[in-house]
C-alpha cells in the first residue's frame, strides 16, 4: 500500500514537472451522471426543462445521462394511449445546440421484483445503460456526483450489480424523491418501491431533495423543493436555438425535423401556443410551470441564491458572492433516515454528519419570490457571453 501511494506521489509529481497533470476536474468542472425519466414527447416537461442546467452550467461536467423509463407510461397509459420514447432526441438537440457529445442510454422499463433485483434479465437495449454508468465510473479519474429525477430503480440495480465500484467512485447521489413525510407516498418513489427502500439504505452517501410534502407535490414546506414560475416570456429572450428546444418540449412535438426545428425561427402559432402554456390549467395551485430541481442543481454546482445590490435575486457561485448581498437560507442538513419497505421515509436532523442529508430552505414563499427572477436570469444567460 505505501509503495503504491508513493508510486502514485511520484507519477503526479513527476507529471505536474512537465506540465500534463489533466484531471477531470481540472477546469474545477465536477464530474456529473444524470439519471432522468425524461421522455419525448415529454411527460413531465420539468425533466426536459432543467435538463439544461448541466449542459449550460461551467461548473459541470456532463459526462452521461441514462434514461430512467417506465414501460407503462411509455406508452402513454395515463395520457389516453399517447405513446413516448426515451429522451434520445432531447438529448440530440442539446448536444447540437452545445456542441456536446455526452453519451446517453437506457435502464430498465420494468420495476424490481424485489429489493435484491439487479435487473439482469431485462433485454440488451434496457442493458446499456448499465455498461455506459459503469464505463464512466471506472473511467473518471475524481468521484463523480449522481443526480437522480426520477425512480430509483436504475442506481438500486445498477447498486446491487456493482456495489464496489459504487462505493469507491460516486461522490454524492443527490436523490430528488420522496416527501418531508412518511405519509405521502410521492411519484418518484412510487414508481419503483423496492428500489428505492434498497438505495436509500444502500450506504452510499446521499444528498434527498424530497419533492412533496405531506399534502402533496404542489405544496411547499421547509423540506421539499416546490415552486413554479409564474410565466414562461423569459424563454423568448433565450438564445435561439435553445429558446425552440423548449418550445419543442412544451408542446410535445414529434416532428421528424427535430433539428431543423432548432434552427428554423419560430413560428407565430407555436410561439403563442407557448406563451398559453400553464400547469396550473392542469394541476391547480398557481404558476406557469413548476419546478422541483433548481435546488439540487444549486448544490452540486456550487450556486447561491443571493439578493445583489441594484440587481435583484440572483444564482451566482459561491466563489464569487459579492459581500454586501443578502443570502437566501438554504441548504443540507445532516439526518437519520428510517426507510419503509415502500420506500417512504420519515427523518431527523442529526448534529454529526450521517452520509445522509435532507435538503432545508428557511422561507418557502420568499423562496419562490426570489427564484422567480433568479432562474429566468440564468436561463437567458445560458450560451451569452458574459461581462
Ligand atoms: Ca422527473
Request: proline share 6%.
Amino acid at each position: 500500500m505505501k509503495a503504491k501511494f508513493f508510486s502514485s506521489f511520484l507519477w503526479i509529481f513527476f507529471c505536474s514537472a512537465i506540465g500534463i497533470v489533466a484531471y477531470a476536474g481540472e477546469s474545477g468542472a465536477k464530474p456529473v451522471i444524470v439519471v432522468s425519466d425524461l421522455y419525448v414527447p415529454a411527460q413531465d416537461v420539468g425533466d426536459n426543462f432543467d435538463i439544461l442546467t448541466p449542459y449550460a452550467l461551467p461548473q459541470i461536467d456532463l459526462k452521461g445521462v441514462i434514461f430512467d423509463i417506465t414501460e407503462d407510461y411509455r406508452n402513454g397509459i395515463d395520457n389516453g394511449g399517447a405513446e413516448r420514447e426515451p429522451g434520445y432526441i432531447a438529448i440530440t438537440q442539446l448536444n447540437w445546440i452545445f456542441g456536446k457529445n455526452v453519451p446517453c442510454a437506457c435502464g430498465p422499463f420494468s420495476v424490481m421484483e424485489s429489493a435484491d433485483d439487479a435487473k439482469e434479465d431485462v433485454p440488451v437495449f434496457q442493458q446499456q445503460g448499465f455498461e455506459l454508468f459503469f464505463r464512466l465510473l471506472r473511467e473518471s479519474r475524481q468521484p463523480v456526483a449522481v443526480v437522480s429525477t426520477g425512480s430509483c430503480r436504475f442506481l438500486a440495480a445498477a447498486f446491487n450489480r456493482e456495489p464496489e465500484l459504487m462505493r469507491r467512485k460516486i461522490d454524492a447521489l443527490h436523490i430528488c424523491a420522496g416527501a418531508s413525510s412518511a405519509s405521502f407516498k410521492e411519484w418518484n418513489i412510487d414508481l419503483d418501491e423496492h428500489a428505492a427502500a434498497r438505495l436509500l439504505t444502500s450506504g452510499l452517501p446521499i444528498c434527498l431533495y424530497p419533492c412533496a410534502t405531506e399534502n402533496g407535490p404542489f405544496d411547499k414546506g421547509e423540506n421539499n423543493t416546490f415552486w413554479s414560475l409564474d410565466s414562461l416570456g423569459f424563454v423568448m429572450d433565450m438564445k435561439p436555438q435553445l429558446k425552440n428546444y423548449l418550445v419543442y418540449a412544451f408542446l410535445r412535438k414529434t416532428d421528424n425535423a427535430y433539428l431543423h426545428y432548432l434552427e428554423k425561427p419560430l413560428s407565430a402559432s407555436d410561439s403563442t401556443a407557448f406563451l398559453d402554456f400553464r400547469s396550473d390549467r392542469f394541476y391547480g395551485s398557481g404558476g406557469a410551470h413548476y419546478i422541483w430541481e433548481t435546488s439540487v442543481w444549486q448544490q452540486v454546482a456550487g450556486l447561491a441564491l443571493a439578493h445583489i445590490p441594484d440587481e435583484g435575486w440572483r444564482l451566482v457561485p459561491e466563489s464569487s458572492l459579492p459581500k454586501d448581498c443578502l443570502r437566501f437560507d438554504e441548504g443540507l442538513k445532516p439526518v437519520t433516515l428510517e426507510v419503509e419497505n415502500d420506500g417512504c421515509f420519515s427523518f431527523s436532523y442529526s448534529d454529526r454528519e450521517t452520509g445522509v442529508s435532507i435538503y432545508w430552505r428557511n422561507d418557502p414563499e420568499l423562496h419562490q419570490t426570489a427564484l422567480r427572477e433568479a432562474l429566468p436570469e440564468l436561463y437567458k444567460g445560458f450560451l451569452k457571453p458574459h461581462d
